[in-house]
């Protein structure tokens, strides 16, 4: 529904290979944008796809086919009529094909031009994508990225502050434990004295 088009592999699997058989061919056409062969498909295995239940959500694959395909013409042709892109899609009129192609402008599927009055469309030419400030914004934020979690990691690694003195004794302590360390050191000394 979305146009995600499943791994090949998924289709070839040995146990699956004859029941998703037709679930390939309709991809295929979905993914080429042949009108003709989604057609074909959809009649030769309407039957199957009723039975799976899924021959409405087959039909309303139908809208990204004829996008594929005006993708495709709009890509092999700078300019070209309504009538010619009505018969490439089989459609009944150019009326229908310039509805269409609006749609698909609209939706930001191709990037063109309607001339209602010459009855055509002609194609934006794609300009060199490193004139513009793309590359340069992409390049930005990749090492704005990079930098953050430079940033984060290296505070990550710090000591919190004044937490690494916490079980340090102060000063004070420490001559009171040696001030005590020593007394019992006199009173066993004193004591091992009285003993011999």
Not at 59 to 71: F, I, P, S, Y
Not at 111 to 117: F, I, M, P, T
Request: net charge negative; aromatic share 8%.
């Amino acid at each position: 529904l979305l146009g995600n088009i499943p791994a090949r592999s998924t289709f070839l699997a040995p146990q699956m290979r004859h029941a998703l058989a037709p679930y390939l061919q309709l991809t295929q056409s979905v993914k080429s944008g042949d009108l003709v062969k989604f057609d074909q498909t959809l009649q030769a295995f309407a039957k199957q796809f009723q039975d799976d239940h899924t021959y409405t959500l087959i039909m309303r694959l139908h809208h990204n086919v004829v996008k594929t395909a005006v993708r495709t013409i709009s890509l092999a042709y700078s300019r070209i009529t309504f009538a010619d892109i009505a018969k490439k899609l089989m459609l009944d009129s150019p009326e229908d094909a310039e509805f269409i192609v609006a749609k698909a402008i609209r939706d930001g599927v191709i990037e063109a031009v309607l001339d209602h009055e010459n009855g055509w469309m002609k194609s934006k030419d794609t300009s060199d994508v490193y004139a513009t400030r793309e590359p340069q914004i992409a390049f930005n934020q990749r090492i704005e990225f990079c930098l953050d979690l430079h940033n984060h990691s290296v505070k990550a690694m710090r000591f919190p502050p004044k937490s690494y003195n916490k079980d340090l004794e102060s000063a004070e302590d420490r001559r009171e434990r040696e001030a005590q360390d020593l007394e019992l050191a006199k009173e066993m000394a004193e004591e091992e004295d009285d003993g011999y």
